[in-house]
């Protein structure tokens, strides 16, 4: 586990994003894979998905959009 405030995982993040990306913990399997576990908190399940926006904006969303 990786904890870091500076680190955020998005691979594949669009320029066109202005939001803020959640805190993350990093998860690192085998010394060299790096998954990213986003933490989801907020007043109410809405409110937790929103956070969640910044995933419209990678390249493997595209699929979900067409």
Do not use: C, W
Request: aromatic content about 8%.
């Amino acid at each position: 586990m990786v904890e870091s405030e500076g680190v955020k995982y998005a691979p594949g993040l669009s320029l066109n994003f202005s939001g803020e990306i959640p805190e993350q913990l990093g998860l690192v399997t085998d010394g060299d894979g790096l998954s990213a576990i986003t933490r989801l908190e907020g007043e109410g399940d809405l409110e937790a998905l929103g956070k969640m926006e910044f995933s419209d904006y990678i390249s493997s969303a595209l699929g979900f959009h067409l």
